[in-house]
């Protein structure tokens, strides 16, 4: 038995041996990372706070707005948030099929076991023959149990590459997931500033009715004591409708706020209205990181390392591809027992096999070959994409970086045109008890004041969530794994020249 043994077993021996030898053999080209420059932000600078007071971490960011319900709002959304638990199945998807790539380069073993009962026919070609023999039986039970084992050889890495195109894949999907999660905490951000923004002008709209019912309380007294007129009745009441008008279009935009957030929290529309009910006033904006440079958003954005990741799969595909062109090398055996009288476990019924196959595609019409300029035009697109990515980030950020600067410059203005607005307002008003002016010049200076509250208001949510849009912009928001960032922090010091699609061996 053992010399039999030996006799099938070395020649597999021998393949295993070759197979180690060229285990170190990949075809095809190897993955570098795209070199990026890219110039300094050039609109960072009006924004960079010049007070001493420091940036919020880009990983917490909404903690620097020091409003404690907005942290309890974002974080609550990060926990909730159904986009995000579907990102989440994602990355579990995406690594399961990665580790099902890496198995492929190991054997596979089996156990099985089987029990056969058969009654010979006479008329069939083997009983025909074996009926005159004396020890014929028309009765036979055969009975088998062993491990079998296989193994594709990864002679020329076509399994190695498919496995780390799998893992490349895997890489992007959490990348995406942590997109997915910047996204919402700045959607809920966002939210939340406008229904603070909506309540602060829902505010202005009250005070500004209630300025004009006084205001046409004071015409009334003025017509009972003849120095008003009917007509002045009617602008002063046109003025208050006026004013509750604009009611309902705010209310309407704070609901729609308030049940979008709700949605971003994953709870039903209206489950946590009454909590925000309460008016806050609209949170400040935090300080600017001013030293954020063009590589610290290639590392950190994850749209981009998602975006480099899927070129370093398309890359490993094309290897994958080439492979084909070469022979493919299998492993097989098994060990076990095999017996018809039903001493199954014996020496006697002791049995091994070991067997090696090659298949080697020498003629396909160009299928191969096909494969390959498949490969490689799915990886020149994978490196346009990237480059793409890398642009609208960039721009993303120019264009947050000026919205942010210009609404602040903007609520600046407002500011002080308020104040001269407020002061015109109540002059006018006394010169119309003094009978000096008409009450034309009084409701006039009423209606520019009220636009301009109201003005005021909008820009200052404009510019939280313009800060918002900054931060998002610098790809904050969550806590970037080492494994995967170290990946995107070396595309500067790298060619995309080297994004070579020639089939070399890589040998």
């Known amino acids: 038995m053992n010399r039999f043994v030996q006799v099938a077993i070395k020649p597999v021996l021998s393949v295993l041996t070759l197979s180690m030898i060229l285990a170190g053999c990949a075809v095809g080209p190897d993955y570098k990372v795209p070199k990026t420059e890219l110039a300094p932000f050039h609109n960072l600078a009006a924004v960079a706070t010049k007070e001493n007071t420091a940036a919020p971490q880009l990983d917490q960011w909404w903690t ?15 926990a909730q948030n159904l986009d995000l638990a579907a990102s989440l199945a994602r990355v579990r998807e995406a690594r399961a099929m990665a580790a099902g790539s890496g198995a492929d380069l190991l054997p596979t073993l089996d156990l099985g076991a089987s029990a056969t009962a058969e009654h010979q026919s006479l008329r069939g070609p083997l009983g025909s023959i074996a009926q005159g023999s004396p020890d014929f039986s028309r009765n036979i039970r055969d009975y088998s149990v062993g491990p079998a084992a296989s193994w594709e050889i990864d002679l020329f890495g076509g399994l190695r590459r498919d496995a780390a195109a799998s893992r490349a894949e895997a890489q992007a999907a959490e990348a995406e997931q942590a997109g997915t999660r910047v996204t919402v905490a700045a959607d809920a951000a966002d939210a939340y500033l406008q229904i603070r923004g909506y309540q602060a002008r829902l505010a202005v709209a009250q005070d500004q009715i209630d300025t004009d019912e006084h205001l046409l309380k004071l015409v009334r007294d003025r017509y009972a004591a003849g120095a008003a007129t009917g007509r002045e009745i009617a602008q002063a009441d046109a003025l208050l409708k006026q004013a509750r008008a604009s009611v309902p279009p705010l209310r309407i935009g704070l609901e729609q706020q308030l049940n979008r957030l709700d949605v971003l929290m994953g709870v039903q529309p209206g489950t946590y209205a009454q909590e925000l009910s309460a008016v806050a006033a609209i949170p400040s904006i935090p300080a600017i990181p001013g030293n954020d440079q063009p590589v610290d958003m290639l590392r950190r954005r994850p749209d981009i390392i998602a975006a480099e990741r899927r070129l370093a799969a398309s890359n490993e595909r094309i290897g994958a ?42 003629f396909d019409f160009g299928k191969i070959k096909a494969k390959v300029s498949q490969a490689k035009g799915a990886n020149a697109e994978a490196l346009a994409l990237y480059q793409q990515s890398v642009l609208h980030a960039t721009e993303d950020v120019e264009d947050s970086l000026m919205t942010l600067a210009q609404t602040q410059i903007r609520v600046d203005e407002i500011q002080e045109q308020v104040q001269a607005l407020t002061k015109a307002r109540d002059l006018s008003e006394q010169a119309y008890r003094a009978g000096s002016i008409t009450l034309t010049d009084v409701l006039d200076a009423d209606r520019d004041l009220l636009t301009a509250r109201d003005e005021l208001d909008s820009n200052r949510v404009g ?21 995967v960032a170290s990946r995107a922090s070396t595309s500067t010091t790298a060619d995309a020249a080297t994004q070579s699609t020639n089939p070399s061996t890589g040998m």
Do not use: C
Not at 322 to 347: E, N, V
Not at 463 to 483: N, S
């Open 321 to 362: 591809a080439i492979s084909d062109y070469y022979p493919k090398i299998s492993l097989s055996g098994a060990l076990g027992f095999d017996s018809l009288s039903g001493h199954l476990m014996s020496a006697s019924a002791f049995q091994a096999l070991g067997g090696g196959a090659l298949r080697w595609r020498l």
């Open 463 to 483: 510019a939280a969530r313009a800060a918002v849009g900054v931060f998002r912009a610098f790809g904050g928001g969550w806590d970037e794994p080492t494994a």
């Open 64 to 78: 620097g707005f020091n409003d404690p319900m907005l942290v309890t709002v974002v974080q609550r959304a990060l």
